[in-house]
């Protein structure tokens, strides 16, 4: 599930857009329009009512949503989740997600047969109970996606950790990936993982721009880059905006590699004009200072150590900070 400031995209094929909030409708209320994607009026959409009137939904405010994905640590991880570990964390009470109301009763969505007599009989304790209903379903794992009234909802990072999927989505011209995940082997999960997503939902595929072999030839600077770029060119606005000298093969971005990024493009079966994609991934190819570098070298781990240290010391924070500051500094510094 995607927000922004003109809807919700839910999956790959569903969006719906935000509507004027009527008079005398409470803030934690607002509406939404969906919008078809089949010519039949009656196909499945999670954001639509069978009559064809406007859904209502759970309106929460921008922290809120921000605090939702968030949610690193919860009993339903998106591919991720397992019966062992959700009961886990549902009896030790490790529960940041959060059950978001879609407003839309599992049988009033097109598509769907409401539900007989005997499944009414049986969702009724749930619907007396509602509270244990839902935590008995954490405990178990159990989670009914988006054919259901209440979807739970975590951390987006258990579906995307790159936040590149929605901009590929939408076929942006230009995109900056900073990868500051815990990656210690440098094995490029997360991309991997994108990878897959794009080229199954998009019809969509990566192609990195690899430099070496013309800078052993003698190339220096974008040329060496034009050697390997596609029939169209890398557009002069980007050669104005990036220091090619700062940017290297994919397979050079470890540790203590020569360089901190790549420069590749995505193609779309559809013919759609290509992307272009910038992945800056945290290492030590940035020319940073003593301190930080004696940091690296009495913490084998920076700059990859867990997420789960949230209490980090001076020395720490501001060896993060500076890397940061260093590899803008290379990558965009002129």
Known sequence: MCLGPGGISVGRRYHALWGPRANG???????????????????????ARSDRSTATVEQLRLGHWMAISSAA????????????????????????????????????????YP??????????????????????????????????????????????????????????????????AQDDQYELADLATLTRQ????????????DPTPARRGGAAGWSAFDAVAPPAAIPGW?????????IGALEELKRDGPHGAALGYISYDSGAQRSWLLLIKANLAPKIPVDVRNYAV???????????????DDAQWESYRCLGEQAGRTVFGR
């Open 115 to 180: 539900p007989n007599l005997w499944r009414r009989i049986k969702s009724l304790p749930s619907a007396i109970f509602g509270v244990q209903g839902m935590l008995l379903n954490e405990w178990r794992g159990h989670f009914q996606g988006p054919g259901a009234k209440l979807w739970y909802l975590s951390d987006g990072g258990h579906f995307d950790n790159t936040g590149l999927y929605e901009l590929i989505r939408r076929r942006l011209a230009f995109m900056i990936a900073i990868d500051a």
């Open 73 to 112: 640590l919860t009993t339903g991880s998106g591919r991720n989740t397992s019966l062992p570990l959700s009961l886990l964390l549902g009896l030790l009470n490790v529960r940041l997600g959060y059950w978001w109301n879609s407003g839309i009763a599992a049988g009033k969505r097109p598509g769907r």
């Open 238 to 246: 980007i050669k104005g905006f990036v220091d090619p000298d700062a």
């Open 198 to 209: 794009v080229r199954l939902d998009f019809a969509a595929d990566f192609n990195w721009l």
């Open 25 to 47: 409708q409470p803030e934690s209320k607002i509406d939404v329009q969906a919008l078809p994607v089949e010519p039949d009026p009656h196909a499945f959409h999670p954001l």
């Open 298 to 312: 009495t913490h084998p781990l920076f700059p990859n150590q867990s997420t789960a240290d949230q209490f980090f």
